[in-house]
């Protein structure tokens, strides 16, 4: 069993910073992408930031110059620095991760895993 389990969302003010980490769990072979992605109500989920395991980042223009996506491969985790924070960032911030899990015969599995998602909030 493979989960990703995030923190750091809540409630901050315009202009002000969070930072989201999102921990990936289980029997891990390896993690390929880690990424973030948000859905702010009535909208569709857009993606935010990955990154490669070799640290290649991608973001989406909305969040250029004020996020930076980072990541720990030796404990399995991805983090979200959000600074400048506005109210449109306003959303439920999920995790997902594209990586292969121990398994029976090959021996390992591709899996795409969504974490929970964390609720940040930026009021104006």
């Known amino acids: 069993q493979v989960q990703l389990v995030e923190s750091g969302g809540g409630l901050v003010q315009a202009g002000g910073s969070l930072r989201l980490s999102c921990a990936a769990s289980?029997?891990?072979?390896?993690?390929?992408?880690m990424g973030w992605y948000r859905q702010a109500p009535g909208k569709q989920r857009e993606l935010v930031a990955a990154?490669?395991?070799?640290?290649?980042?991608n973001y989406a223009d909305s969040v250029k110059g004020r996020f930076t996506i980072s990541r720990d491969n030796a404990k399995n985790t991805v983090y979200l620095q959000m600074n400048s924070l506005k109210p449109e960032d306003t959303a439920v911030y999920y995790c997902?991760?594209?990586?292969?899990?121990?398994?029976?015969?090959?021996?390992?599995?591709?899996?795409?895993?969504w974490g929970q998602g964390t609720l940040v909030t930026v009021s104006s």
């Open positions: 990154i490669t395991s070799g640290g290649s980042t």
């Open positions: 997902n991760a594209d990586l292969y899990y121990y398994s029976d015969y090959p021996g390992y599995r591709y899996l795409e895993v």
């Open positions: 289980g029997s891990i072979f390896s993690i390929n992408a």
